[in-house]
C-alpha cells in the first residue's frame, strides 16, 4: 500500500520539463495577433552588461513576435541598456576576429552577430524560463540603410530576432501561477486605443524584418 505521504510529496514536488521550440500556445502567444486580448502580459529580457550587471527589460505583446517555432523577434528602445548590453556582446564575439586563424576559420558572419539572453514569463499556470541566443536584424538587411553592424530601427525601435537555445517550464503541485508583472493601459479609450495602433504598426515591422533577416 502507498502511504498517504506519497500524494502530499506528490503536491510539493516541483515538476519541469523542456523544449526548444514554441509549443502551439506560445506560438499563438506570440503571433502578433488579437493584440487587445493580450493587453496585461508582458515578458522580462534579462540581458547582462559590460560591468556583468544583469539588466532586466519588461517586453509587451506590442514588441515581440515570433516567426516560426523556433525563433523570437522583439524590438527595444535604442537607448535602453539592454540594446547597449546586447551590442556590447556583439562587439565581444566579433572580436574573435582577430584570433587564430582556426579561429576565424570556425566563426561565421551570423556567429560574429550573437548574444546571450534570457525571457521569463508567466503562461497558463506555470513559469517559463527560455535562453535565446540572439542576433542583430542589422540596419542594411532590414532595408534602411546604416551600417552592418547596427541594429535596423523602425518606428524609433531597434530590432532583434533570437533563437530558442532552451526552454524549461515550472509548476508545483500545490500552487498554481495566476500571472506574472502585469499592468493594464491607462488614459482615456482613445489612449488606449492609440497604444493599440502603435502595438499593430510594431509588430508589423517586426515580421517584415524577422522574415527578412531569416530568408536571407
Known amino acids: 500500500m502507498s502511504s498517504s505521504a506519497e500524494p502530499a510529496a506528490a503536491a510539493r514536488s516541483l515538476a519541469q520539463s523542456t523544449f526548444d521550440a514554441w509549443a502551439p500556445s506560445l506560438l499563438m502567444l506570440f503571433d502578433g495577433m488579437a ?23 519588461l517586453l509587451s505583446p506590442g514588441e515581440l513576435y515570433a516567426p516560426d517555432a523556433r525563433h523570437l523577434a522583439f524590438a527595444l528602445w535604442p537607448s535602453s541598456r539592454a540594446v547597449r548590453a546586447l551590442i556590447f ?14 579561429e576565424r576559420v570556425a566563426t561565421t558572419p551570423r556567429d560574429l552577430r550573437r548574444a546571450r539572453a534570457a525571457l521569463t514569463f508567466v503562461h497558463e499556470g506555470a513559469f517559463h524560463q527560455v535562453q535565446l ?24 525601435l531597434a530590432h532583434f530576432i533570437a ?33 493599440l495602433n502603435r502595438w499593430e504598426s510594431q509588430i508589423e515591422q517586426l515580421r517584415q524584418a524577422a522574415h527578412a533577416h531569416l530568408a536571407a
Open 163 to 195: 533563437s530558442i537555445d532552451a526552454g524549461e517550464i515550472q509548476q508545483v503541485g500545490y500552487a498554481r501561477l495566476t500571472s506574472g508583472i502585469a499592468f493594464e493601459l491607462a488614459g482615456a479609450a482613445t489612449d488606449r486605443a492609440a497604444v
Open 89 to 102: 556582446a556583439d562587439e565581444a564575439v566579433a572580436a574573435r576576429r582577430t584570433g587564430s586563424h582556426a
Open 35 to 57: 493584440l487587445a486580448l493580450k493587453v496585461g502580459f508582458s515578458a522580462s529580457l534579462i540581458t547582462c552588461d559590460a560591468e556583468g550587471r544583469l539588466r532586466t527589460s
Open 133 to 156: 541566443s540572439v542576433e542583430t536584424m542589422c540596419a542594411a538587411q532590414a532595408g534602411e540603410g546604416g551600417l552592418s553592424g547596427q541594429p535596423g530601427t523602425a518606428g524609433g
